[in-house]
T-cell receptor, first 116, second 116 residues
Framework: AQTVTQSQPEMSVQEAETVTLSCTYD???????LFWYKQPPSRQMILVIR??????QNATENRFSVNFQKAAKSFSLKISDSQLGDAAMYFC?????????????FGDGTTLTVKP | ETGVTQTPRHLVMGMTNKKSLKCEQH?????MYWYKQSAKKPLELMFV???????ENNSVPSRFSPECPNSSHLFLHLHTLQPEDSALYLC???????????????FGAGSRLTVL
C-alpha cells in the first residue's frame, strides 16, 4: 500500500518570503500522480498543483512550484512571495495512474502560518 | 464554490438519531467519494463510487450507509452513531480520462457532524 508522509506538522513564513513544504511517499508503482491540496480555514479543499510521475519537468503554477525527485520519492512544494492568503493546511496526496476511479492517499498535512 | 455542494454544513445529532448528508455535483464527474476528516488524524477515505457503482468500502462501520442514485448525487446515511464519529465529512468528485484535469479531486465544503 502507498503511504504519504509530511514530516512538518507546522511551518511558518514571513510575508513575501519563500517556504518549502516537504512530502515523501512510498510506492512500488512507476506511473502515478502527485498533488498538493490547500485547505484554508474556511475548510474547502482546493488543488494547488499536480505532477505526473512520468514527466521529469517539475510542475509550476504561478508562485507555486514543486521539486519532484522520483528516485528519492520526494515531492516538495515551494511557495514563493508568500501572501497572507496562503495561510492554510497543505496536504500532499498520491494517486495511482492504474486506478481509474480509485483512492487518493493523503499525508497528515502541514499547517502553514504566514506572518505579516 | 468549487461545484461540489454539501448539505447540511453543520449537523448535531444524538446517538439514536437517523440523519443523512447530501453531496451534489454537476461537473460531469464520474467518481464520487466520502472522506472523514478528524482532528489530529489524516483524511480517511470511506467510500468510492464510479458511475454509481461502489468500488471501495474502506472497512467503514455499518452505521454509515452510502447511497449513490446517479453520478451527480451522493448520500451518507447515518444511524446509531457514536461520539467518536464526530468529524468533518468531505465529499469529493473527480472526472474520467487522462488529461490534465483527470484524477484531480474537487471537494465540497464539508459537513461538520457532532454526535452527542
Amino acid at each position: 500500500a502507498q503511504t504519504v508522509t509530511q514530516s512538518q506538522p507546522e511551518m511558518s513564513v514571513q510575508e513575501a518570503e519563500t517556504v518549502t513544504l516537504s512530502c515523501t511517499y512510498d510506492t512500488s508503482e512507476s506511473d502515478y500522480y502527485l498533488f498538493w491540496y490547500k485547505q484554508p480555514p474556511s475548510r474547502q479543499m482546493i488543488l494547488v498543483i499536480r505532477q505526473e510521475a512520468y514527466k521529469q519537468q517539475n510542475a509550476t503554477e504561478n508562485r507555486f512550484s514543486v521539486n519532484f525527485q522520483k528516485a528519492a520519492k520526494s515531492f516538495s512544494l515551494k511557495i514563493s512571495d508568500s501572501q497572507l492568503g496562503d495561510a492554510a493546511m497543505y496536504f500532499c496526496a498520491y494517486r495511482s495512474a492504474e486506478d481509474n476511479a480509485g483512492k487518493s492517499t493523503f499525508g497528515d498535512g502541514t499547517t502553514l502560518t504566514v506572518k505579516p | 464554490e468549487t461545484g461540489v455542494t454539501q448539505t447540511p454544513r453543520h449537523l448535531v445529532m444524538g446517538m439514536t438519531n437517523k440523519k443523512s448528508l447530501k453531496c451534489e455535483q454537476h461537473l460531469g464527474h464520474n467518481a464520487m467519494y466520502w472522506y472523514k476528516q478528524s482532528a489530529k488524524k489524516p483524511l480517511e477515505l470511506m467510500f468510492v463510487y464510479n458511475f454509481k457503482e461502489q468500488t471501495e468500502n474502506n472497512s467503514v462501520p455499518s452505521r454509515f450507509s452510502p447511497e449513490c442514485p446517479n453520478s451527480s448525487h451522493l448520500f451518507l446515511h447515518l444511524h446509531t452513531l457514536q461520539p467518536e464519529d464526530s468529524a468533518l465529512y468531505l465529499c469529493a468528485s473527480s472526472p474520467p480520462g487522462h488529461d490534465s484535469g483527470a484524477n484531480v479531486l474537487t471537494f465540497g465544503a464539508g459537513s461538520r457532524l457532532t454526535v452527542l
